[in-house]
DNA sequence: ATACGCAACCGACTATCTGTCGGTTGTAAT
DNA sequence: ATTACAACCGACAGATAGTCGGTTGCGTAT
């Protein structure tokens, strides 16, 4: 029997499966029989609402974005917090990719995600990087850091939070814990800001000072 | 007529085809039926030699990056040459990818290639950061530079000269030429250096001084 | 109520591509 | 000359992305 539904209805069950098979078995290895056998749906149809199977992930891939950008956006908008403050809360919310959970994040480096990685990298990048630099330029003009550069400065803090973090070369804690104060130490230097006014901004969201 | 090859010239002539057409047309869009249609052998002998497609392409990395590393060994091990000047040729050097021509870095960005780009860019990182990290603290022992998170310093420089310069974003040489300026205010920063100090180990290797 | 038009849907089919396998041939040593 | 084995062959199987002509249900006009 033959279920009919809108087309934007039908599009968001696709995506909905789509990005969870993805998540969970990686791009490469999911076929798009697997997504309309799940749903329940002829080849046709699925070919009817997307052009491709690239055209699912990159429809994914926007969703999936928008949610993370309307996010950050509110964190980058709440000036009652402090700057240093919101920036690392922006960081941190990077960490948890979007709200559809983040088996993705541990699929993201498998060589079968090659694609989906890249697509969602440089998305993320060219999207959140405005955010970063108007954090940048406020902090600028509160006097709490200084740089001529403001838009590459927050590229760098972007790129590196982004890489060195969500890398799989991060094995222990212990080096996590190295790594994420030799970001803050990096991150003064870069905005020429007072030695530990950065560590001060985070501890406590993290509530995790040296005992 | 049947010709008999030794096994591992038969592996070079497969490597240099293939990579010749992952340059050209990308990962994705050459079929394992182009290169071996390309050198003149059968379907059974590439999979004697080779297990997979992508063992072909890790293969043709291995040496790819065997010889950027032995280039940037060579560069950075020129003890007679001041620390900065030789951090900045394996910057530069970086940006001509390998013998093989650079062909392949125009091609790098695209969808098509997603897996290549990945496994290059993971292993150029680690085999590169060691290089980074030693012309670092043979910085901070001659007291031109000073950081406490020598190999993060090195880390972030490696990749923001990798994703920044490498990257498509770059449009316009005037583009270029101030990402390459905040390049070196921001490497000058972090690792603690004199303002221009940098700059003038630059501009031997360029001559682009400001007219 | 009926006819009409169209958006949504169907599924068989094609084209392509990767990887396998049993068999063959050249070559070098005995 | 015999043998052993590394290198090679090509037909074949299995999987998958994308196409296309045809169908069906639903809203709308008559």
Same mark, same amino acid.
């Given at each position: 029997?033959?279920?009919?539904?809108?087309?934007?209805?039908?599009?968001?069950?696709? /995506?909905?499966? @789509?990005?969870?098979?993805?998540?969970?078995?990686?791009?490469?290895?999911?076929?798009?029989?697997?997504?309309?056998?799940?749903?329940?749906?002829?080849?046709?149809?699925?070919?009817?609402?997307?052009?491709?199977?690239?055209?699912? /992930?990159?429809?994914?891939?926007?969703? !999936?974005?928008?949610?993370?950008?309307?996010?950050?956006?509110?964190?980058?908008?709440?000036?009652?917090?402090?700057?240093?403050?919101? /920036?690392?809360? !922006?960081?941190?919310?990077?960490?948890?990719?979007?709200?559809?959970?983040?088996?993705? !994040?541990?699929?993201?480096?498998?060589?079968?995600?090659a694609l989906m990685h890249q697509k969602i990298q440089e998305r993320l990048s060219v999207e959140m990087n405005p955010l970063f630099i108007a954090l940048i330029e406020e902090g600028i003009e509160q006097g709490i850091c200084q740089t001529d550069y403001p838009s590459e400065a927050a590229e760098m803090t972007f790129l590196y939070a982004?890489?060195?973090?969500?890398?799989?070369?991060?094995?222990?804690?212990?080096?996590?814990?190295?790594?994420?104060?030799?970001?803050?130490?990096? /991150?003064?230097?870069?905005?020429?800001?007072?030695?530990?006014?950065?560590?001060? @901004?985070?501890?406590?969201?993290?509530?995790?000072?040296?005992?």
């Open positions: 029997m033959r279920i009919v539904k809108e087309a934007q209805e039908r599009k968001n069950e696709i /995506l909905d499966v @789509a990005g969870r098979l993805f998540a969970a078995k990686g791009y490469d290895h999911t076929s798009t029989n697997d997504i309309l056998e799940e749903i329940g749906i002829a080849r046709g149809t699925l070919y009817y609402h997307f052009k491709s199977k690239e055209d699912i /992930l990159d429809a994914m891939i926007d969703r !999936m974005i928008g949610q993370m950008l309307a996010q950050a956006k509110a964190l980058a908008g709440q000036k009652e917090i402090p700057v240093l403050q919101r /920036l690392t809360m !922006m960081i941190q919310s990077l960490q948890e990719r979007g709200s559809c959970g983040d088996e993705i !994040m541990e699929q993201l480096h498998k060589p079968q995600n982004n890489i060195a973090f969500d890398e799989l070369s991060v094995h222990s804690e212990e080096e996590r814990q190295r790594k994420r104060a030799a970001f803050i130490y990096n /991150l003064e230097r870069l905005l020429k800001m007072e030695q530990g006014s950065m560590q001060e @901004a985070i501890m406590p969201l993290f509530g995790d000072e040296p005992e």
